[in-house]
């Protein structure tokens, strides 16, 4: 895939303070990739709960439905003091395909849900390494299919129906609302620095930014090696590579981010310019000053919030 030089609009800026100084604290840390598993999942939870700001409150309530590996689990946000059916967005998190769960974005949801005046259903699909491709986006797919079929009982308006996700939960929003078109209308969908082709690929991003800016080239070797168990025909995928696929022309208005300082920039913008081409409604943000998952970190990344309150406002406006 060949990068071509950027409009300067979507190049970077000095790092945030704050975020910088993080990443000076954070160097002296094991490698993620170095730790074990559960030690890895517990330390993303840490830090996503530690460095981010007060979540606004919701009404919670966890569920499970049938999936396609057994029981699957759904976290249901509702707004405080909403009435009447309500838009519903699925959220599908980040964290590799292998550390993120409903505790690592909790606090994501809730800023959705109560800015966006939505309920949201956040799917805890299962992960690798345990679980590889094709598992994620099965569970993905299969939750949208529900919560469309059931939005009445949870509270939503099934005519009003959204799905986004963060880094890997965007690209496997991207996968399942592919899937499910033209049978279920998605309203919009949200993708936050989506992964969207195989590491292998290279660009100038990965370069700029593989080391020392929080998501590094060797956590997504390892993220990647566990989601395709090493799979080398999977690489160009269009269900991996998002890239390569020629059904972007099915998804509905999408609102999509980026971040300067990210190894993923390159392959997010690239991916606008597919959408764009495909004649997908764009909405296009970039934070040139921002690192990769700066919405977790929102006490230290004033992107990291302005990229929730963007979409939120995209949400609100769009379904």
Same mark, same amino acid.
């Given at each position: 895939? %060949?990068?071509?030089?950027?409009?300067?609009?979507?190049?970077?800026?000095?790092?945030?303070?704050? #975020? !910088? !100084?993080?990443?000076?604290?954070?160097?002296?840390?094991?490698?993620? /990739?170095?730790?074990?598993?559960?030690?890895?999942?517990?330390?993303? =939870? /840490?830090?996503?709960?530690?460095?981010?700001?007060?979540?606004?409150?919701?009404?919670?309530?966890?569920?499970? #439905?049938? +999936?396609? $590996?057994?029981?699957?689990?759904?976290?249901?946000?509702?707004?405080?003091?909403?009435?009447?059916?309500?838009?519903?967005?699925?959220?599908?998190?980040?964290?590799?395909?292998?550390?993120?769960?409903?505790?690592?974005?909790?606090?994501?949801? =809730?800023?959705?849900?109560?800015?966006?005046?939505?309920?949201?259903?956040?799917?805890?699909? =299962?992960?690798?390494?345990?679980?590889?491709?094709?598992?994620?986006?099965?569970?993905?797919?299969?939750?949208?299919?529900?919560?469309?079929?059931?939005?009445?009982?949870?509270?939503?308006?099934?005519?009003?129906?959204?799905?986004? +996700?963060?880094?890997?939960?965007?690209?496997? *929003?991207?996968?399942?609302?592919?899937?499910?078109?033209?049978? #279920?209308?998605?309203? +919009?969908?949200?993708? &936050?620095?989506?992964?969207?082709?195989?590491?292998?690929? $290279?660009?100038?991003?990965?370069?700029? @930014? +593989?080391?020392?800016?929080?998501?590094? %080239?060797?956590?997504?070797?390892?993220?990647?090696?566990?989601?395709?168990?090493?799979?080398?025909?999977?690489?160009?995928?269009?269900?991996?590579?998002?890239? =390569?696929?020629?059904?972007? @022309?099915?998804?509905?208005?999408?609102? &999509?981010?980026?971040?300067?300082?990210?190894?993923?920039?390159? /392959?997010?913008?690239?991916?606008?310019?597919?959408?764009?081409?495909?004649?997908?409604?764009?909405?296009?943000?970039?934070?040139?000053?921002? &690192?990769?998952?700066?919405?977790?970190?929102?006490?230290?990344?004033?992107? !990291?919030?302005?990229?929730? *309150? !963007?979409?939120?406002?995209?949400?609100? /406006?769009?379904?």
């Amino acid at each position: 895939m %060949s990068f071509p030089r950027e409009n300067t609009a979507f190049g970077t800026a000095p790092l945030e303070p704050a #975020i !910088g !100084g993080f990443l000076v604290q954070a160097a002296g840390q094991p490698p993620l /990739e170095s730790l074990p598993l559960d030690v890895a999942r517990q330390s993303y =939870r /840490e830090l996503a709960g530690a460095l981010g700001l007060q979540p606004p409150q919701a009404l919670v309530r966890d569920l499970a #439905i049938a +999936g396609p $590996g057994g029981a699957l689990p759904l976290r249901c946000y509702t707004p405080m003091g909403s009435t009447g059916p309500l838009p519903v967005l699925v959220f599908l998190h980040g964290g590799g395909w292998v550390i993120g769960d409903l505790e690592t974005h909790d606090a994501v949801c =809730r800023t959705l849900c109560q800015e966006a005046g939505l309920l949201v259903v956040a799917v805890d699909y =299962r992960r690798a390494p345990e679980h590889c491709f094709p598992a994620a986006p099965d569970d993905a797919e299969a939750a949208l299919r529900w919560v469309a079929a059931h939005a009445a009982e949870l509270g939503g308006d099934p005519a009003r129906l959204a799905l986004a +996700g963060d880094s890997a939960g965007a690209q496997l *929003a991207a996968v399942a609302a592919q899937r499910v078109a033209p049978g #279920i209308p998605l309203r +919009g969908l949200g993708l &936050i620095y989506p992964a969207a082709q195989h590491y292998s690929e $290279g660009s100038p991003s990965y370069a700029e @930014n +593989g080391e020392g800016k929080f998501l590094t %080239s060797s956590v997504m070797r390892w993220f990647m090696d566990a989601y395709l168990g090493k799979d080398a025909a999977l690489y160009q995928h269009p269900e991996v590579a998002l890239l =390569r696929s020629q059904r972007l @022309n099915t998804l509905p208005p999408t609102w &999509i981010a980026t971040a300067g300082h990210d190894p993923l920039r390159d /392959e997010g913008l690239a991916l606008a310019r597919a959408l764009a081409a495909a004649g997908v409604p764009l909405t296009q943000v970039h934070e040139a000053s921002a &690192i990769h998952a700066c919405i977790h970190f929102t006490a230290l990344s004033p992107a !990291g919030g302005r990229l929730l *309150a !963007g979409l939120a406002s995209w949400l609100r /406006e769009t379904v």
